[in-house]
């Protein structure tokens, strides 16, 4: 979509970054035909919000005990990712337990 091709990730369509600019702390890309597997989104550990919900996403659903801040991850709608969030991530994160996948 916009600014993709621009090397500060902090001005890329769906990114929100901190007020420093330093760490990407929202990641919104529902309906963006995304596919292919998640990468290890532990390097992201201000990521406050991750909506990739409406793609084509496939392989494990993401491991969020190294993202203390997350408060709200949004995964429906792509059939091909595996397996479920256990009910003990919300122990981890600030997140209320089945809040994960809508």
Known sequence: QDNWLTPDVCLWYGVTCTA???SI???ELPDNNLW???PDLGAMPALTHLNLQGNALQGPV???RNMPKLS????GGNAELEGEVPDSWHLCIKMDPGTFLT
């Open 20 to 22: 420093c600019n330093t």
């Open 25 to 27: 702390a929202k990641l």
């Open 72 to 75: 709200s991850l949004l995964l």
């Open 62 to 64: 993401p491991d969020v």
């Open 36 to 38: 292919g597997r998640l």
